[in-house]
């Protein structure tokens, strides 16, 4: 079994910058991809950024790509979104996932508790 606990998100304004946090228990973290969605008010569930096993690959959502970052250390069991520019339009609970490596929900078998990220105009 994986937990995961995310942390980091907050209040900014439009052209800052968060860096949300992602902590697994046990020792299985290495062994999955790791992935962050979000969901704004009134949308479903979106897919944000993907990373595999090893970091070695990363995949983005058009949306966030060129301002967006994830990376994962896994020595720390951590996974982190960096997040630049930001925009009005990435107001969303943003959930960290562990899974396969790729866009879809399906392909994720744990899920974080959502952490909020507003960003103001």
């Known amino acids: 079994q994986v937990q995961l606990v995310e942390s980091g998100g907050g209040l900014v304004q439009a052209g800052g910058s968060l860096r949300l946090s992602c902590a697994a228990s046990?020792?299985?973290?290495?062994?999955?991809?790791m992935g962050w969605f979000r969901q704004a008010p009134g949308k479903e569930r979106e897919f944000v950024a993907t990373?595999?096993?090893?970091?070695?690959?990363?995949y983005y959502a058009d949306s966030v790509k060129g301002r967006f970052t994830i990376s994962r250390d896994n020595a720390k069991n951590t996974m982190y979104l960096q997040m630049n520019s930001l925009k009005p339009e990435d107001t969303a609970v943003y959930y960290c996932a562990a899974g396969s490596f790729g866009r879809s929900e399906g392909r994720y078998d744990y899920w974080g508790q959502g952490t909020q990220v507003t960003v103001s105009s």
């Open positions: 046990g020792r299985t973290f290495s062994s999955y991809a």
């Open positions: 990373i595999s096993w090893s970091g070695a690959r990363t």
